[in-house]
């Protein structure tokens, strides 16, 4: 028996020794030192021993249980500090590590010029209205003097969601509701999002911005429109920028005209951009059409006014100097930081 407790006494130590964590420690203290483990196995042999060896050998089993509960102990403490010291190691902070800079937002290079144009409006006594993006055919076309399946609305390149209900294709619907809900004077522009079935490349996207405008009162004329519009390239391009207004046709305005400004990029002399014509189209224009005015119940006789609407995308790429529509809409970092 005292052979046995010796060799149990060798082997616990050597199991403990050889435990890797705090699991594996635990592990060998129930299996030398638990309730059903080796040392009381051994032990429990004490009861047939002839009394006259008991004492002694009861103390030796006392000796050895005790240096294995130390062995235990101390191997515990050990994997215990090493744990604590590796958790230490990996909470180190590195105190001389350059900061990280948080990533401010700003502005998308669209939105700004969009709000610039409306600015400029705004200090010219206009106010803003919106319009839906879904909208139905008769504020779209209808209301608009298109006559029904008008060639006029194939240029359009509509989405229908419905027979009723498309994505309105132009800010001009918006002119409609605007007038319905008020008398004259009218001052108004409209910005807003646009979809057509366009082929998307360098210049189409089939989501795109314009900024709508539309002007009703006594005695209204197309100089108004013209000093309107030449105030507004000025503000946004400088003193040198003029406009050119060239007859077009539009169903809701008589006469209509396409608005071009002085090609930025020239100066007017002529390059790639403006197609060596020195000029830049940047939307359409005109009176509004007695039609139009006498549908939503104004006296058409007492009452003119003019309305233009202009693309954003093209502005802000002729302001920045960029070629590719498709940038504003990837969303692409690279891009957008020159902003
Ligand atoms: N809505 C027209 C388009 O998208 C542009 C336009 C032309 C707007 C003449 C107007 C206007 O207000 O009077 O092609």
Redesign the pocket.
Known sequence: MEEKLEQLAQEAVAAFAAAQNEAQVEQARIEYLGRHGQLRKVTQGLADLPAEHRPAVGKLANQIARQIQEAFAQRQAELQAAAASGEQAAEIIDVTLPGRTPRVGKQHPLLATLEEMIDIFLGLGFTVAEGPEVENYYYSFEALNYPELHPAMDEQMTFYLSAEALLR????PV?IRVMEQQQPPVRIVAPGR?FRRDTVDATHCHTFY?L???LVDEGVTFADLKGTLEVFAREMFGPQCHMRFRPDF?P??EP?AEVALTCIICGGEGCRVCSQTGWLEI????MVDPNVLAGVGYDAEKYTGF???MGVERLAMLRHGIDDIRLFYTGDMRFLEQF
């Open positions: 294709s132009q800010t001009s002119q646009c314009q709508e405008g539309l539009f809701f305005t209509s939307g359409g224009s005109g309305a233009f609407g």
